[in-house]
Each structure stands twice: as C-alpha cells, then as structure tokens.
C-alpha cells in the first residue's frame, strides 16, 4: 500500500533525423512535497513487552505521510522524523540502536550534527521501552511531546496539547488487552484525531500505521513488518485506514453478513430443480416456506452445476462457495435451452412472478 517513488530511466528523444537529446525523468513524489518535506502532523511510536511488536501510527494534512515518517525495525525500533523533515534519522536512529546506543544519546549525538535540529521532531522507541524525544523551538503553532509507559507521542501544528492527551490517554486504556499493536495505534491516533488533531483546514489528508513483528511465523516478511497502511489522500484518512485494517484482517463488523432470501432464490432453485441438480427425484414446492431461503443445499447444487459446466469448485483463493454471478444465471439458461426445458420453467416463473407496485 506504499506509494510508489519511480525511479526515472533515460529518454531519447529525437530532434529531426539525426539528432538526439538525453532527458531524465525526475523521481516520481507529491506534488505537495514540492517546496519541502514538512510534516507538521501528530504520532505516536510504541511497542508492546508482550509480543514485541514495534510501530508507528501518523496522520496529517499533507498527502502521503507514510512514506517520510515512520520508520520501524523489527526487534530493534521505531522512529517518528516530522516537522521539517529529516528522513535520515529513521534509518541513522534505527542503526545507532541495533548497535547497542541508547535512544537519548543516539538522539542526542544526531541532533548535535544537524543544522536544522531546530525544525525537527523527532522520536524514538527502543525494543527494550527506552525512548527519547525533540521538538525543536520553531516547529509552527502549538508544538511538544510526551511519553508513557511503552510509548512516545508527538506533533505540531496541532489545535492543542489535549490532541496528545487523547492520543496517550487511548493507547494507555489499550495496554495489556488482547489487541495487535496495530489496531491499538489506529485507535490512539483517531482520538488525537477527534480532538481536533492537525490545525489546519482545506488540505490533503493522509495517515499511515507500520508495524513489525518479530515473533516466527507471524510475518511472511524477512523484516517482520505485519501491517503497513499507507492512505495517500483521503477525505477521512484515518476512518479509510481502519476500513482497510479491518478488511484484511476481517474482523467482524467489515461486511454485512446475511442469508439471502427472495423470489429469485426460489427462481434459482427451480431451474437448478428441473436440471437434476436441486433435490432432484423429489417434488419441488415453489410456495414452501423455505423455498425463497439460499441455504446449503442451494450452494450444493449451484456449486454442482458450476462443476458441470467447468466454471470451477470453491477452493481456498478460487471462487465462493454458491457464487451466482450472470455468467451463472446464463449458463442455467443455456443448459435448459439445451435440454428443451426453457420454456416450461419460464412459464412457471411467469405464474409465480408478478409486478403489482
């Protein structure tokens, strides 16, 4: 879900019939990134003792904040690099902590070789729950940091310290609840966010949240990273980035979850009756109570019928299970066609199906 940075090839572009020019494509960025990387914005970097889970949950009114401001390492840390934004200190801090340096003097050591420290904040987790932070003195309107327990949340350009307030306040209620540290950082950020959160109005709005896992087998990456959500733009970033979250971890509550029932059920069980597939050697009742109800054997006998037109059987990754799409719906006519039985079953359902709004 990250977004993509093209890196640009040579071009010839020819002039007459002779001549060629060499251009370059430029790396492909935000357009809004234009006159600087500045993230005023609002994080959180945290980690969970239990799992070991390490992560970092942003948002701000500038499109794409996942791609310069998390940084996390499995079993090593995370980083949040904002404000005026120095995105070597994602991998120098992450370095500096795999080597054994502390956070506070890798910080510390860091901000004393850089010029600009005074525009920067910057923050840092260490596996162990170590961590260190800076706000420098211009970052715009209300700026500042706090930590707790497993966690450091920081921002600027912000309505307000009760933005951070919120944020810690949620992630400390979460603490020690059977939740993956991704879904704990989403819902922090989203309480920053409902305080107000980022002070500006009328920009594009981003979030992300990354996370590493360095438990075996609960990534299929080399790098431990779980989760990694990254909305570009979005009228209500963090909202969409729960949605995803949501979706591809299915949690309950994504979709609507319902037993279709209808006319059109019955319809279908007709035609997959009269072709031997639906309780076939049996009557079938078109006004029985459960004739309008998919149920199992319903799926069983489209499931059946997709099998002897070798339109696939659900497998895990294939189609679902009594999947009835259009394609479906002509090959039964086509099979009735087939067997001389269309007419017959058009004129049931025209006895049994009729438009009286």
Request: hydrophobic share 40%; aromatic share 6%; with cysteine.
């Amino acid at each position: 879900m990250r977004f993509a940075r093209l890196v640009g090839t040579s071009l010839l572009t020819f002039l007459g019939t002779a001549s060629a020019t060499a251009t370059v494509a430029q790396a492909q960025e935000p357009a809004d990134w234009r006159d600087g990387l500045n993230f005023h914005t609002f994080s959180i970097a945290a980690l969970d003792p239990r799992t070991g889970e390490l992560g970092v949950a942003v948002t701000t009114r500038v499109s794409c904040v996942g791609n310069g401001v998390p940084w996390v390492r499995k079993g090593v840390g995370a980083v949040a690099t904002q404000a005026s934004t120095r995105t070597e200190y994602g991998t120098e801090l992450l370095d500096a902590l795999q080597r054994g340096e502390a956070p506070q003097a890798a910080l510390t050591r860091l901000l004393a070789a850089d010029s600009g420290f005074q525009q920067r904040q910057v923050a840092v987790i260490a596996a162990n729950g170590q961590s260190a932070q800076h706000t420098g003195t211009r970052p715009n309107a209300w700026a500042g940091h706090r930590s707790g327990p497993n966690y450091v949340t920081q921002g600027n350009i912000l309505v307000g310290p009760e933005v951070l307030a919120a944020v810690a306040k949620s992630f400390e209620a979460s603490e020690g609840t059977p939740r993956h540290l991704a879904d704990r950082l989403i819902d922090a950020i989203q309480a920053g966010f409902d305080l107000g959160g980022d002070k500006r109005h009328g920009l594009r709005t981003s979030a992300a949240v990354v996370v590493t896992d360095p438990r075996p087998g609960m990534s299929r990456r080399t790098d431990g990273q779980t989760a990694s959500i990254n909305i570009c733009e979005h009228p209500d970033p963090i909202g969409e980035m729960r949605r995803v979250y949501n979706t591809v971890s299915q949690t309950l509550g994504y979709r609507t979850l319902q037993q279709y029932a209808g006319g059109d059920v019955v319809q279908l069980k007709l035609m997959l009756h009269t072709l031997g597939f639906y309780r076939s050697g049996e009557p079938f009742n078109l006004r029985a109570p459960d004739a309008s109800l998919f149920g199992a054997d319903a799926v069983a006998a489209v499931d059946a019928f997709r099998a002897s037109e070798k339109m696939g059987t659900p497998t895990v990754g294939g189609s679902p299970a009594g999947l009835v799409d259009m394609e479906t719906v002509e090959r039964l006519w086509a099979a009735l066609t087939r067997a001389g039985k269309a007419d017959a079953v058009r004129q049931q359902l025209l006895d049994i199906t009729m438009v009286r709004r």
